[in-house]
């Protein structure tokens, strides 16, 4: 079977790529970390309810992670297509449906965040709420945390073709390759755990282990990649 050609563009963009995913993805946990929900089930005290009165009370220290993460998107978009170019040809069949979950994630994911950090603060501030509690990120039935969960669940479908596209060539290719697996099969446990036990009213408990799992892996595979791409570059010299 006829493999692919590696270039040194490829392998400079994909290892770049894989480097700023870890580093991105990191930002963007951290700022998320410091927006402890004021309302919902992890909510620690003084918890807001419909119809989220006090959200500019939390302004603009709960969007900054959104900024950091549609950076890290733009980020994975570039990393996937690296990817794409540096599978071997009779593996491109998983690496392009890889990529478009990619793009599929990125625009639903960049569509949520901006809509969230353009439109909800401005409009509460001139006291256009109507709708609002239906868009804000602080209701757990919302809009914002259904896209989210979807745009979580197809990113690790990304993950899985994107392990299936990666070649069986050594140790640190199947270590990759399982951890890339591991999104999609924590999503479909924590969706059914939480469906039985909830039912509709799961609020955003999936939605933060999607996110968790998703971000872990993408910081994890970025440093693996990274080294894997190092190496090729070193061969190919």
């Given at each position: 079977m006829e493999t692919v050609k590696r270039n040194g563009s490829i392998l400079n963009v994909g290892f770049?790529?894989?480097?700023?995913?870890?580093?991105s993805t990191t930002l963007a946990f951290a700022l998320g970390m410091m927006a402890i929900p004021p309302a919902g089930p992890y909510c620690p005290a003084n918890c807001m309810s419909?119809?989220?009165?006090?959200?500019?009370?939390?302004?603009?220290?709960?969007?900054?992670?959104?900024?950091?993460s549609i950076i890290q998107l733009c980020v994975f978009i570039v990393f996937m297509v690296a990817?794409?170019?540096?599978?071997?040809?009779?593996?491109?069949?998983?690496?392009s449906i890889s990529l478009s979950f990619t793009i599929i994630t990125a625009t639903v994911l960049m569509v949520d965040y901006f809509v969230q950090f353009?439109?909800?603060?401005?409009?509460?501030m001139h006291g256009q709420t109507e709708g609002i509690p239906l868009l804000t990120q602080y209701n757990g039935?919302?809009?914002?945390?259904?896209?989210?969960?979807?745009?979580?669940?197809?990113?690790?479908?990304?993950f899985f073709f994107l392990a299936l596209s990666i070649s069986d060539q050594g140790r640190m290719d199947k270590v990759v390759r399982w951890i890339l697996f591991t999104p999609l099969l924590v999503n479909i446990v924590a969706f059914i755990v939480y469906s039985v036990q909830y039912?509709?009213?799961?609020d955003y408990r999936y939605e933060v282990v999607a996110i968790t799992i998703n971000w872990l892996v993408s910081i994890v595979a970025g440093v693996l990649l990274s080294i894997r791409y190092r190496r090729e570059k070193t061969i190919k010299k």
């Open positions: 770049h790529s894989s480097w700023l995913l870890a580093v419909y119809p989220f009165p006090d959200i500019l009370q939390y302004f603009p220290r709960d969007y900054f992670w959104m900024y950091a990817n794409h170019f540096n599978t071997a040809v009779e593996k491109k069949i998983f690496s353009s439109v909800v603060p401005i409009s509460v039935h919302g809009v914002f945390i259904a896209l989210e969960e979807l745009g979580f669940t197809i990113m690790s479908l990304a039912g509709l009213y799961r």
